[in-house]
């Protein structure tokens, strides 16, 4: 059975108030203008670009130790991670999970529906903000969710492991480096041998609120792309987003053999000695 991840609004009333903390990740002019009751703003879980190498992991591990220490997150406690909805901020509330994750935090959950839900179906929000109950937040490196540019570059020779980009179309078939601007990347392409499924393409919209497909939906997606449960993953995106998106996505439909290369396609390009596949690619769509 697979651990659960996204909590309703009701479902997070039932949990006792002193045990569950709401990490906001918009930006702070957008929490200034309202959120729940209590939340923390961390804009940095969406901003921040990390590399693989030792150095690099080492950089995150400080960077997010500072930042959650200063949130007060303890490890009795349950974070809820929320954005405006799924599908904005390229899945920036997904990216906040699965850090936690990483850096081993056991009690986390993403806010169904997100902001965007809680305001319409009449939950409180305010423009207050509390003051931070600082203390050490502690870390348990969890690495068997995590691919490095090493990880990866093995992983191309390797038939048994399925490299998945998902980032969007005009990324995927070379026209863009990035969702920041066409040049914002050295290189535009693919990493060689991957096989693409567009992040969008595992959730609905409904009324304006995303959520994701159904698991056999996700799971019959996949198998269009030889794509199965017991296969061996590793998604990436371009700054491990939209990849984490599609990680809780793919992990709540039933895939436990889960990778994210985290630095992806902005590590990927920016090395020279990586092979990319540069070859432009015709639009799919009409």
Request: with cysteine; hydrophobic share 35%.
């Amino acid at each position: 059975m697979s651990e659960k991840i996204l909590y309703t609004s009701a479902e997070i009333e039932a949990i006792n108030d002193k045990d569950v903390m709401f990490i906001d990740i918009r930006d702070k002019e957008d929490f200034e203008k309202g959120h729940i009751p209590g939340a923390t703003n961390i804009p940095e879980i969406f901003y921040f670009l990390s590399t693989s190498t030792e150095d690099g992991l080492n950089e995150l591990k400080s960077v997010y130790t500072e930042l959650f220490s200063k949130a007060g997150i303890s490890s009795d406690k349950m974070v809820i991670i929320y954005e405006d909805n799924l599908n904005t901020r390229y899945g920036a509330s997904c990216r906040g999970f699965w850090l936690l994750k990483y850096l081993g935090h056991q009690h986390i959950g993403i806010l169904e529906g997100g902001y965007s839900q809680w305001k319409k179906t009449g939950n409180p929000t305010t423009t207050d903000t509390e003051k931070t109950n600082q203390c050490d937040f502690i870390v348990k490196i969890n690495n068997s969710i995590m691919a490095t540019k090493a990880t990866v570059l093995k992983a191309i020779n390797n038939d048994d492991i399925i490299l998945l980009d998902n980032r969007d179309e005009v990324e995927w078939i070379g026209k863009s480096s990035s969702p920041y601007g066409i040049d914002f990347a050295p290189r535009k392409g693919r990493i060689p041998g991957a096989v693409w499924i567009e992040w969008y393409d595992f959730m609905d919209d409904n009324d304006n609120i995303a959520s994701f497909k159904s698991s056999e939906e996700i799971k019959e997606l996949c198998a269009q792309k030889g794509i199965y449960t017991d296969s061996d993953i590793i998604i990436y995106c371009f700054k491990g987003a939209r990849a984490s998106n599609t990680y809780v996505a793919m992990h709540q439909a039933g895939f436990h053999n889960l990778k994210v290369y985290f630095g992806s396609w902005n590590e990927w390009s920016r090395d020279i000695d990586l092979p990319i596949d540069s070859e432009e690619i015709e639009f799919s769509a009409p």
